[in-house]
């Protein structure tokens, strides 16, 4: 199992779009290719910043191509878009458990 952090800047100002976005379509296609979302963060610095982590079933990146060919996808990103773009930057981090315990005092190395 495979975890990923992702943050998102937000084109300034768009952070409510964006997150329309996440609700309305982006939930139910990231779990039809595998990916399962564990957790949303806002920034407490920055508010166009939205970052959170999600589980992947399977190969990563095939989840992520299988997820960028879905045309439910596409037609929903085009249609968030027609204002102007609400993603500014993403940035992603590929992440593997330790054997540190973890918050719930549970080791969680593989």
Do not use: C
């Not at 779990?31 to 079933?57: C, P, Q």
């Amino acid at each position: 199992m495979t975890y990923e952090l992702r943050t998102y800047t937000a084109t300034h100002g768009k952070r409510d779009a964006l997150l329309a976005r996440f609700r309305d379509y982006t939930l139910d296609r990231f779990a039809a290719h595998g990916m399962e979302t564990i957790d949303f963060w806002a920034s407490a610095d920055n508010k166009d910043v939205l970052i959170y982590v999600l589980r992947h079933t399977g190969n990563p990146k095939k989840n992520w191509a299988d997820f960028q060919a879905d045309p439910v996808w596409i037609e929903a990103k085009a249609a968030s878009v027609v204002d102007g773009e609400i993603v500014a930057k993403i940035e992603s981090v590929f992440l593997k458990p330790t054997d540190l315990p973890t918050v719930h005092g549970s080791s969680s190395a593989s």
